[in-house]
């Protein structure tokens, strides 16, 4: 027998479930008609399972989602979005938001009561594996929280695993990676456009910044350069010789689209490309996503909310954009602080709200694997 959590604001169907679930499944319901009572029914007592529904008054059921994700006494349960919401674009965001199973209204109970077994029978989630590989984080806008996302990221993976990812600003005006992490930027790569050999593993050791967490760091330099900065050829090796050592690059990218940064959006992964709801952002976006059309399997867009108040919806951007939102970073008033003090959120209070927002953009931000040509 299971305790399963169903939150939904038809008390009809939460009636009809609870009979499915107690007569015919053995299980034990546990029913909550807002987002708000069931969370608190569950963090007082973790559910095997939770079956919750999107359209409701007060939280939806994607915050519910996120919610649950985020407390560890439910992060690894089973989800199962059960929605009148049956288009892609729902069922996209539904698993974004953390969702095992996305499962448009109206339902047979049969169907039900065995996608509930299925999920049961499999156990809880299995966490997300490990990011790898290389992450471009860009807006052509500048002052979205690119940076911040991008050095926020990196101190969370720095402290969850042994093998430490390696942050680097290319910024050629006095890029702020180092100054958010509260360094030096000497040494920085400005050096590496001097050098007359070739840039090997152990020659770009000797130009990486160490953050207490164990994040190392390519930093731009303090005076900005005339032009573009590191030469192309540069940009290309220091990244080849970089991913020598680390798992994980993560790129803060200038806010233009010069050789510089081509090169280093051609060798990523993945390209988080950060937005916020002002009309500017937007147009940005629109216009960088027009730009980067050979990207599009690569490119993650992240909503910031930078200020309290988003004055365009996200389901309206997603409109406007033509293409779901794959992370929303909401906003949070300690940040301010975090960046006078040169001490990020994710390093110093990984419970605040933009710490863990910027934890469940990891899903978000796994590279598509291409299937080996046969």
């Not at 359209?55 to 989800?79: F, H, K, S």
């Not at 101190?155 to 992490?181: F, H, R, T, W, Y």
């Not at 070739?198 to 190392?216: D, F, K, M, V």
Request: proline fraction near 8%; charge should be neutral; include cysteine.
């Amino acid at each position: 027998m299971a305790r399963i959590l169903v939150i939904d604001d038809n008390t009809d169907l939460l009636q009809m479930i609870r009979l499915l679930l107690e007569e015919r499944g053995g299980h034990e319901a546990i029913l909550a008609a807002e987002g708000e009572d069931g969370l608190r029914k569950a963090m007082e007592n973790p559910p095997d399972l939770a079956i919750v529904d999107i359209m409701m008054p007060g939280m939806n059921g994607y915050e519910v989602c996120r919610r649950l994700r985020q407390e560890p006494a439910t992060a690894d349960i089973p989800i199962i979005v059960l929605t009148a919401r049956g288009q892609e674009i729902d069922r996209r965001t539904a698993m974004e938001a953390g969702a095992d199973l996305h499962i448009p209204k109206p339902v047979t109970m049969s169907e039900l009561l065995e996608r509930v077994n299925e999920l049961l029978a499999r156990g809880k989630r299995q966490p997300a594996a490990p990011l790898g590989g290389t992450i471009a984080f860009l807006s052509l806008r500048g002052g979205v929280g690119t940076t911040t996302l991008a050095v926020n990221l990196s101190l969370l993976l720095a402290q969850q695993s042994e093998q430490k990812p390696c942050l680097i600003d290319l910024s050629p005006s006095s890029g702020n990676v180092a100054l958010q992490l509260g360094l030096r930027p000497d040494p920085n790569w400005s050096a590496l456009a001097l050098l007359s050999t070739g840039i090997g593993a152990e020659t770009i050791q000797t130009y990486l910044l160490s953050h207490p967490s164990g994040l190392r760091v390519l930093a731009a330099p303090f005076v900005p350069i005339v032009g573009e900065g590191l030469p192309r050829d540069k940009v290309l090796a220091a990244l080849s010789a970089l991913r020598h050592s680390f798992p994980l690059l993560v790129i803060d990218l200038p806010s233009i689209l010069n050789e510089v940064t081509m090169a280093a959006l051609e060798n990523a992964d993945t390209i988080a490309l950060v937005t916020t709801a002002d009309p500017a952002s937007i147009q940005a976006t629109i216009g960088t996503l027009q730009a980067l059309k050979g990207f599009q399997e690569k490119i993650r867009l992240i909503l910031n909310q930078p200020v309290s108040r988003q004055p365009v919806s996200r389901q309206a951007l997603e409109r406007i954009f033509r293409r779901p939102i794959d992370g929303l970073v909401p906003f949070d008033p300690a940040q301010a602080q975090a960046l006078a003090r040169g001490k990020p959120l994710a390093y110093t209070n990984p419970d605040a709200p933009l710490a863990k927002a910027v934890a469940t953009l990891v899903p978000a931000l796994q590279p598509v694997r291409r299937a080996a040509a046969p």
